[in-house]
């Protein structure tokens, strides 16, 4: 289910997955030393974030409690789509040309990733792409 987040609403998915059912309070807790958001401002993103879908908000208690709809892998992987789609016409070779030419991924980096593309085996890869989902 692709979900479209803003950088604000990023930054509050980004609390959920590191730890979920949350409250707003203690969303405005994690975010405010970074974001200075006070609790108004998370009060409109998650409401923003439920009509979206972005978030499920459990009603059952005294408090909401929020969780996120959507893994951190599936967000990224969604993201990651149409970002190349929308800037690369949909081609990870120039993306990756970009970040070589700019000198944001190191020649040994790019001979890792040559390595995980040529590797027949489907362990390695798969521990490779879970691994977005540690981030």
């Known amino acids: 289910m692709p979900v479209q987040c803003t950088e604000a609403e990023w930054k509050i998915m980004e609390v959920l997955w590191e730890n979920a059912p949350r ?7 994690a975010l405010e ?7 108004h401002t998370v009060i409109t993103l998650l409401k923003r974030m439920r009509d979206k879908g972005s978030v499920v908000v459990d009603e059952s ?39 070589v030419d700019s000198g944001e991924i190191s020649v040994d980096e ?14 390695v890869r798969r521990k490779a792409y879970a691994y977005r989902d540690d981030l």
């Open 23 to 29: 409250t707003m309070a203690e969303i405005t807790k």
């Open 110 to 123: 790019m001979r890792e990733m040559v390595d995980l593309m040529q590797s027949e085996d489907k362990e």
């Open 33 to 39: 030393p970074a974001t200075g958001w006070t609790r």
């Open 61 to 99: 208690g005294d408090v909401k409690r929020y969780t996120p709809r959507i893994s951190r892998g599936e967000a990224t992987s969604d993201q990651t789509r149409r970002f190349l789609s929308r800037v690369f016409s949909g081609k990870a070779t120039l993306l990756i040309n970009s970040l």
